[in-house]
């Protein structure tokens, strides 16, 4: 993708790398190989348990190797919906396209589960980006984050669990015991280290207060049915111009985002083929 695809057009695409999952020191050393050729983009699991695989609150540390390289690195881990194997269904014979409209959730959860995860104030240069999820929910998940965190929290500064102990004894599914209480922000977690990509979201948009102006990113999604093309273009420009977007919104929304945060140089002209 990069050596061949990526450099026949280059300042056109940003080249995504695939790590082995299997095995965390090999993937640091595969990030730090593909960093050195200027990749800054990393193809995760939104949740590594279907695979067999521990969750990024894994308790031992599993993948701190590969938090650890991305944070020295600058590349930014991208989850996107499905990558973790399993297609949650809203039940066993709910319409395919009922399943389709409720994707944006599996995208909360994932977001949710970094933001408490505790992993950002320890590899403070860490990104996460979730594909495909759109933006509208982020308002109201960061809402209700905030609502429970200011409600509940006090039964896990407790110790008390709320998920069974597992064979080894220990009770998962708890905030790290050195999570700071006392100046954890939701909020500004989020804007601090978490992208959100959308296709077509006229909620999102107007609410671009909320998702915050430097923390979204329009896709296309081509080839796959539920792509904008061969509109892409034209229906940004809309939308932002419906939304009453200021110029540099609208340069960070299509452009400055994604090449800030990739550190990507666009090519000026469009190369010829």
């Known amino acids: 993708m990069n ?26 050393k595969e990030i730090e190989r593909m960093a050195d050729k200027g990749v800054r983009a990393m193809a995760f699991s939104e949740n590594p348990s279907p695979l067999g695989l521990p969750d990024i609150h894994d308790p031992n540390g599993y993948w701190d190797p590969v938090w650890a390289t991305c944070n020295d690195t600058g590349v930014i881990v991208c989850m996107h919906i499905g990558l973790s194997s399993v297609m949650p269904k809203v039940s066993d014979n709910a319409p395919f396209v009922a399943n389709m409209a409720r994707g944006a959730s599996r995208t909360a959860g994932t977001m949710l589960a970094w933001l408490f995860s505790g992993l950002f104030p320890r590899f403070p240069n860490l990104k996460i980006s979730l ?25 896990n500064e407790r110790g008390q669990s709320f998920t069974a102990q597992t064979a080894d004894g220990k009770a ?32 999102g948009l107007k609410m671009i207060d909320e998702v915050g102006e430097n923390n979204i990113m329009v ?42 945060s990739f550190q990507f140089t666009p090519a000026a002209i469009p190369t010829e083929f």
């Open 3 to 28: 050596d061949e695809w990526c450099a026949a057009a280059p300042g056109h695409y940003i080249p995504l790398m695939l790590i082995p999952l299997w095995d965390p020191v090999l993937a640091a």
């Open 131 to 155: 594909a495909e999820g759109n933006i509208g929910w982020i308002p109201y998940f960061l809402e209700r984050a905030e609502y429970v965190w200011e409600r509940q929290r006090y039964w």
């Open 172 to 203: 998962h599914g708890q905030l790290a015991t050195d999570f700071d209480y006392e100046v954890f922000d939701i909020r500004q977690t989020y804007l601090d280290y978490v992208y959100g990509c959308f296709l077509d979201d006229k909620a």
């Open 219 to 260: 896709e296309t999604d081509y080839p796959h049915s539920d792509t904008t093309w061969p509109d892409s273009q034209k229906l940004m420009n809309d939308r932002v111009a419906a939304v009453g977007l200021s110029e540099e919104q609208i340069h960070k929304v299509l452009r400055g985002n994604a090449e800030r």
